[in-house]
């Protein structure tokens, strides 16, 4: 039986992928197991993972075509056999050790849902410059019952599978599917901790998914799921949502996105992506974190 689920939903970007499931595989403990879901790439990633599946790397692979994001990642999430799930985003920074500490948390309080963290925000062309985030004073506020909804983002966030009956899946009509996701669990009163340490490192490029979205789209879905799910907002709306994201994408032109990913992808990433799996690292082996329950 598996403690820990780490799940993967990508296509085409085969040179993140081997290095944020590189990082993995290195890390990997026995009872932890790795599931990927393939949206049909034909860059080579179908063919690599094949290869990890048959030399017993990961546990296991669904290549085909997906019908949206959310789709991929459901489905990955329903191949999931761990009591814990943990979504990985294949141009993300993760601190596995970090991630441990959340299980363990988890396995130890059978009556928490979900762990949020704290979050850590860098870039490809700027990746020196980090910068910390925290959703905290959102979920104290939750948690004193001040507003009966939040967000928060899932590069950091881990799920009891068991849960799922009651929180359900990604919204597949939703393209900012993460921040609905959020506002449903938290107004669904589900039993969220909040760690203080970093779960998860993100890092923005001109062709990762929430610079891509579509600006006008997202936020008429936000505004839906504002009413539905009684969440007035908090001075950020849905740009500090994308955690600048989608700000920084909307000042570049698009000709500039192929021009700047093109340059980016030249760079060494291994390099980059070192670097920065160092900072977080850093980080939280320098701090003093602590869980914090909804219900102390």
Same mark, same amino acid.
């Given at each position: 039986?598996?403690?820990?689920?780490?799940?993967?939903?990508?296509?085409?970007?085969?040179?993140?992928?081997?290095?944020?499931?590189?990082?993995?595989?290195?890390?990997?403990?026995?009872?932890?197991?790795?599931?990927?879901?393939?949206?049909?790439?034909?860059?080579?990633?179908?063919?690599?993972?094949?290869?990890?599946?048959?030399?017993?790397?990961?546990?296991?692979?669904?290549?085909?075509?997906?019908?949206?994001?959310?789709?991929?990642?459901?489905?990955?999430? !329903?191949?999931?056999?761990?009591?814990?799930?943990?979504?990985?985003?294949?141009?993300?920074?993760?601190?596995?050790? #970090?991630?441990?500490?959340?299980?363990?948390?988890?396995?130890?309080?059978?009556?928490?849902?979900?762990?949020?963290?704290?979050?850590?925000?860098?870039?490809?062309?700027?990746?020196?410059?980090?910068?910390?985030?925290?959703?905290?004073?959102?979920?104290?506020?939750?948690?004193?019952?001040?507003?009966?909804?939040?967000?928060?983002?899932?590069?950091?966030?881990?799920?009891?599978?068991?849960? !799922? #009956?009651?929180?359900? !899946?990604?919204?597949?009509?939703?393209?900012?599917?993460?921040?609905?996701?959020?506002?449903?669990?938290?107004?669904?009163? #589900?039993?969220?901790?909040?760690?203080?340490?970093?779960? #998860?490192?993100?890092?923005?490029?001109?062709?990762?998914?929430?610079?891509?979205?579509?600006?006008?789209?997202?936020?008429?879905?936000?505004?839906?799921?504002?009413?539905?799910?009684?969440?007035?907002?908090?001075?950020?709306?849905?740009?500090?949502?994308?955690?600048?994201?989608?700000?920084?994408?909307?000042?570049?032109?698009?000709?500039?996105?192929?021009?700047?990913?093109?340059?980016?992808?030249?760079?060494?990433?291994?390099?980059?992506?070192?670097?920065?799996?160092?900072?977080?690292?850093?980080?939280?082996?320098?701090?003093?974190?602590?869980?914090?329950?909804?219900?102390?």
């Amino acid at each position: 039986m598996f403690n820990l689920s780490y799940i993967f939903s990508t296509k085409n970007r085969l040179p993140l992928l081997k290095i944020t499931l590189g990082n993995l595989l290195n890390k990997r403990l026995p009872d932890e197991e790795i599931v990927v879901v393939d949206g049909n790439s034909s860059d080579g990633t179908k063919e690599y993972l094949e290869q990890l599946l048959a030399d017993g790397k990961i546990h296991q692979l669904l290549s085909e075509p997906d019908q949206s994001q959310a789709h991929g990642w459901n489905k990955a999430m !329903l191949l999931a056999n761990g009591i814990i799930i943990k979504k990985i985003i294949d141009d993300d920074i993760f601190d596995y050790d #970090a991630i441990r500490k959340c299980t363990d948390y988890m396995l130890k309080n059978p009556d928490i849902d979900v762990v949020i963290s704290n979050d850590l925000l860098s870039s490809l062309s700027n990746y020196k410059n980090i910068q910390k985030t925290t959703r905290l004073p959102q979920f104290n506020k939750w948690k004193n019952k001040l507003q009966p909804s939040f967000t928060f983002g899932d590069v950091h966030l881990l799920i009891r599978r068991s849960s !799922l #009956a009651y929180i359900g !899946l990604y919204n597949t009509n939703y393209v900012m599917m993460d921040w609905e996701y959020s506002l449903r669990i938290s107004y669904l009163n #589900a039993n969220i901790a909040y760690y203080t340490g970093y779960n #998860a490192l993100s890092v923005y490029h001109d062709q990762s998914i929430t610079a891509l979205k579509n600006i006008k789209q997202i936020t008429n879905q936000g505004s839906r799921a504002n009413v539905f799910y009684e969440y007035a907002g908090d001075r950020a709306g849905i740009s500090l949502w994308s955690k600048i994201k989608i700000a920084i994408g909307k000042r570049i032109k698009k000709k500039e996105h192929k021009n700047q990913y093109a340059s980016e992808v030249n760079k060494d990433l291994s390099v980059i992506y070192t670097y920065l799996q160092s900072q977080i690292e850093m980080i939280n082996a320098n701090g003093d974190f602590k869980f914090i329950k909804k219900i102390e």
